[in-house]
């Protein structure tokens, strides 16, 4: 399908990338990734349950809680929060990542926008030294900040991965970014879990509540920190949209809403973007919710955990390598429905899991490794080459609604089926339809004519 939205000022062919600069875009997903492991996927939804519990009126440590909490009135089961909480944080998102994205792209000054976000969640990380007692409410909030501008933030960076190499190029350049990403949310969990197993008493469920809470803010120092480097290395390449100068918020609103008007030029790049949220939403609810089915179903020690994710972590690094090496040989697209009937294994595997068994639970961890890391990272430059040149940061916020750690009907779901039935087993199977689903519909995408239609280049293999 031609064009039928003519630019008022064409883009020019961006520059080739530095390796210095290139580095520099890695270390962010460095950076953050301590926020996605540390507080997403391990400490945060046992923590948040656990002191929801407590408000609940139920006792530290008990095997099985029934109570419930009513925050603004609303009858919440404890088990029921923190999944809600990711829901909500979702919703949220979905009007907030694409405005974000659209005054990136009419911004000269991306870093700044990357910087106020990244420091934004990092701070509201930190200030989880503050949840204590039964204070889930300012949990609830402050995950919300945090969750949100973790989202804001990863849709400023992504809009730089279109500058940095050709079609042919950012394959290899996104799954290098996501497996450094990897390693450094593993290195900083390593840590964590040396704390963790030292620091722990036997019996003292209020020790390992607190370890957890410092494990969290230790995150939020992490991912500031980090962001230093990025913040210094990344070049500012504004667009052709930017460099016609005018007010950033109001242009940015005024061009989100030329986009969504005209937004039917690029019907292909909305199919693919469609079917990346019904199977990533299933990929982020796995991985959001992992540590609270370990523990509340499964009833496995934190530390086993910690260890499994850990192990994630770092088959995720060669797993993100190889599966960018495969997609070389076959294409990003097979690669990626590849990896989805693996995921639908996955979930099967998880829901026959044996209670207290901490190796098969590892094991089922191991194999998410090494299928998770390629499938999101050639998902993000699959995407990259769907959109019109000049608009990377509108269509990444609305392709971060569904990325790292932003998933909404999955955890939904999960809650509800949970709330219902008081299984998490029952709530685990729930999440297949995403994957068949998502399977079903980025398979009858017709990547090449799309990648055309947006007027871009495809790459040699597909």
């Known amino acids: 399908m031609a064009e039928t939205v003519t630019p008022a000022v064409a883009e020019p062919t961006p520059p080739g990338s530095t390796r210095r600069e290139r580095t520099g875009w890695y270390l962010y997903d460095w950076a953050n990734s301590a926020f996605q492991t540390t507080v997403i996927t391990v400490f945060l939804g046992p923590f948040l349950t656990t002191v929801t519990e407590l408000a609940a009126g139920c006792e530290l440590g008990a095997d099985r809680c029934d109570g419930v909490v009513h925050p603004l009135g609303i009858r919440v089961a404890a088990g029921s929060y923190y999944p809600y909480l990711i829901s909500l944080s979702v919703f949220l998102t979905v009007f907030v990542l694409p405005v974000i994205g659209a005054i990136a792209d009419r911004s000269a ?5 990357l910087a106020a976000a990244a420091f934004t969640g990092a701070a509201a990380t930190i200030a989880f030294a503050f949840v204590t007692g039964e204070r889930y409410l300012l949990g609830g909030v402050l995950f919300l900040i945090a969750n949100i501008s973790f989202g804001a933030a990863v849709v400023v960076y992504n809009s730089f991965l279109p500058q940095l190499g050709g079609p042919d190029d950012r394959d290899a350049i996104s799954s290098r970014g996501w497996a450094i990403g990897y390693l450094g949310g593993g290195l900083l969990l390593a840590l964590n879990l040396v704390a963790v197993t030292v620091l722990s008493e036997e019996g003292n469920a209020q020790r390992t509540l607190d370890l957890a809470r410092w494990s969290i803010v230790s995150a939020g120092v992490w991912w500031a920190a ?21 007010n950033v918020l109001t242009d940015g609103f005024r061009q989100l809403g030329h986009t969504l008007r005209e937004v039917k030029a690029y019907p292909l790049t909305l199919f693919f973007l469609l079917a990346f949220l019904v199977f990533n939403d299933g990929i982020q609810t796995v991985i959001t919710l992992a540590s609270q089915y370990g523990t509340e179903e499964l009833r496995l020690e934190q530390s086993t955990l910690i260890v499994t994710i850990l192990l994630v972590q770092f088959l995720a690094f060669g797993g993100a390598l190889a599966l960018g090496a495969l997609a070389r040989r076959i294409g990003a697209w097979k690669t990626v429905l590849l990896s989805l009937v693996l995921w639908t294994g996955v979930i099967i595997a998880a829901f026959r899991l044996p209670a207290e068994a901490p190796v098969p639970f590892m094991i089922l961890g191991g194999c998410i490794g090494l299928v998770l890391g390629g499938s999101q990272a050639l998902s993000r430059s699959l995407f990259s080459q769907l959109i019109p040149a000049g608009k990377e940061g509108e269509y990444y916020g609305f392709y971060e609604i569904s990325d790292k750690g932003t998933s909404w009907l999955g955890p939904l779901a999960f809650g509800l089926v949970f709330q219902l039935t008081s299984s998490y087993r029952v709530g685990l199977v729930s999440l297949l339809i995403f994957f068949v689903v998502g399977f079903a519909l980025l398979a009858a995408v017709p990547m090449r004519r799309a990648i055309i239609a947006a007027g871009n280049t495809p790459p040699r293999v597909l």
């Open 109 to 113: 000054h991306k870093k700044r926008l």
């Open 226 to 246: 980090f962001t230093l480097l990025p913040l210094r290395w990344l070049r500012e390449r504004p667009t052709a949209a930017a460099r016609l100068g005018g």
